[in-house]
Every structure is written in C-alpha cells, then in structure tokens.
C-alpha cells in the first residue's frame, strides 16, 4: 500500500471519531451492554485441519492498510479516552481524546510511530451540537487541512469533509444508517465518488456481510462474510469467524474481542 493510501486511512478513522455531540455515549453508538472499559480486538488467519484443529496466524495489518490489533479505553460514562494499535504486541499507534464539561470533543492527540504522520485535531460543535469545524495540524505544529462533520440527533457520523485554506476539498464521506446499524459508507476524493462499502445484519443485528466497490458503486473490490459469533455473559460478542468470497491473502479468518469492564 503506497503512503498516500496510508495517511488516507488515517486521516478517515482519525475524524470517524471526532467532535462527538455527546448526545449517546461512544459505548451505547457501538451497541455495547454493561460498563465497558475497554475491548482489545486481535484478528487471525486460520487453517481448519480434518481433525477439527485450527492454526493460528496473527495479523496486524489487513485490507487497504487497517488495523487487526486495537484496543479501545473508555471512561466510566461510556466516552473514548483513547486508542491503541499494536504491531506484535507492541504499541505503534496511540490517540488520546479530550473534552469539555458537556462531554464534547475537544482536541485529540495522535501519536505514531512514523511521526510525521503525528496528528493534533482541535474542534468546535455548533450551538445545536449537529455538527462541528475543527483544524488538523501536523506533529510539527505546521497546519494540514480543516474538517467539517455531521451528525445524526443520537450523535452518530453523518458525514466528514477535509478542506484546504482556499475551500478546495480534499476527502469527503457520507454515512447511511438503518435502525441505528451502519449500513452504507459512500468515500469521495474531491468530488469523484472513490470507494463505497455496504454493510448487512441477520436478526441478531450480528453483521453478516461487507462489501467494498469501487468508485463505479458497482465493481467489487472486496467482499467477506461473518459468521459463528459467541458472546459474553454481558451480551457482547467476544469471537466470530469471517471468510472473503474472493481469493484474498488472509483467507479465513478468526477475530477475538477482549473486553474488561468497570467493577
């Protein structure tokens, strides 16, 4: 993956998290049961033998340079204070989040191994608290680019913009929900429709299927199917097993959510 995709991918986790309006907290937005603290999820490719045994391989990165190993901290009101990513079993990535005395975003910090990748976002939410306008500055101090984002009453994403000081656009998103599930990701370059994700759920609301297409809408680059979930005694779902219907390098795959909870 070249190092413009790269800084892309950071850049659009880096604002999917920004500037929360605090209307439901980021555990209750990701459908979490009890007092979560944090949950550290690790991915595996695995072979099944006949026997019914599994091989493990460990994965830190996977498609279009994501993570595999994270773990995210929480407060006791349910607020993201930070991020880790991990490269075996050591820390690569770090963010950190802070907040005012409404519970709305603030600032976040991002710390990188590569640190010219080191990132400082500072934010405002409108008076409505539907959307918010911050500045991204590089770990030099040296401006990036602004960010404008949306959002839904419940204080979900509905949409991300990176702009230059003359107003050009530089990436942009819109985020489509059904029933509180995410089920629709749509990612421009500029104003050029670049990749769009779709997302499904069975009954449980157990996510079953993600597809990536490419900038057509229609082409798949990707697509992976979830399946054999098991939960913890708070309801959370701890393992599941994925497969892409497509030769891809990873193959099956096998991911594992640690979770620890507030006493």
């Known amino acids: 993956m070249n190092r413009l995709k790269q800084i892309l991918i950071l850049s659009l986790i ?7 309006n605090g209307k439901k907290s980021d555990t209750e937005l990701e459908h ?3 007092k979560v603290k944090s949950i550290r999820t690790i991915c595996y490719s695995i072979n099944e ?20 190993d994270e773990q995210i901290i929480f407060d006791e009101e349910g607020y993201r204070q930070k991020d880790i990513r991990y490269k075996d079993n050591k820390v690569n990535f770090e963010r950190k989040y802070y907040y005012n005395q409404n519970n709305e975003l603030t600032t976040i910090l991002t710390d990188t191994e590569v640190k010219v990748w080191n990132k400082k976002l500072m934010c405002q939410s409108s008076r409505d608290g539907l959307s918010s306008s911050g500045k991204v500055y590089w770990g030099n101090g040296k401006f ?25 656009i530089w990436r942009q998103g819109k985020i489509r929900y059904q029933n509180g599930y995410l089920v629709e990701e749509l990612r421009y370059e500029g104003i050029e429709l670049n990749q769009k994700i779709t997302y499904k759920y069975n009954d449980k609301n157990e996510l079953i299927e993600e597809i990536h297409y490419e900038g057509d809408g229609t082409t798949i680059r990707s697509k992976e199917i979830f399946s054999n979930y098991k939960y913890d005694n708070q309801g959370n779902w701890i393992e599941r097993r994925s497969k892409y219907s497509a030769p891809y390098k990873f193959g099956n795959l096998l991911t594992e959510r640690k979770i620890e909870y507030f006493d």
């Open 14 to 20: 880096f604002l999917g998290s920004a500037c929360s």
């Open 32 to 34: 979490l049961k009890g």
């Open 49 to 68: 033998g006949e026997d019914g045994s599994i091989e493990k391989e460990y994965i830190w990165r996977g498609e279009f340079g994501t993570s595999k």
């Open 144 to 168: 990036a680019y602004n960010s404008r984002v949306g959002y839904n009453p419940n204080g979900s994403l509905k949409s991300y913009k990176f702009y230059y000081e003359d107003k050009r």
